[in-house]
């Protein structure tokens, strides 16, 4: 499961073998929220408002990165760091 940023103390990370539709998985302690790529929808889970905020703003601003990430990830190709 790599690590492809860490935003606001949030690990994005994706997983190889992971399900449609494209996601990252957003990881902090014991919070943890999937966010589909193609919209930024949340699709399971959350964090705190703060870091919540902060990981979508990320994403949003990151969102062709983390489309061709996901692609990497599903080729079994390391996806590299998102900065």
Avoid at 42 to 49: I, R
Wanted: charged share 20%; proline share 6%.
């Amino acid at each position: 499961m790599p690590v492809v940023a860490i935003v606001a103390g949030v690990a994005i990370r994706l997983y190889y073998a992971d399900h449609e539709p494209a996601h990252f998985h957003a990881v902090l302690a014991e919070w943890e929220m999937l966010v589909r790529i193609a919209d930024l929808g949340v699709m399971a889970g959350d964090l705190p408002p703060a870091q919540r905020r902060a990981v979508l703003e990320w994403a949003a601003a990151h969102q062709d990165a983390l489309a061709l990430a996901w692609v990497r990830c599903r080729q079994g190709e390391k996806p590299g760091r998102i900065h």
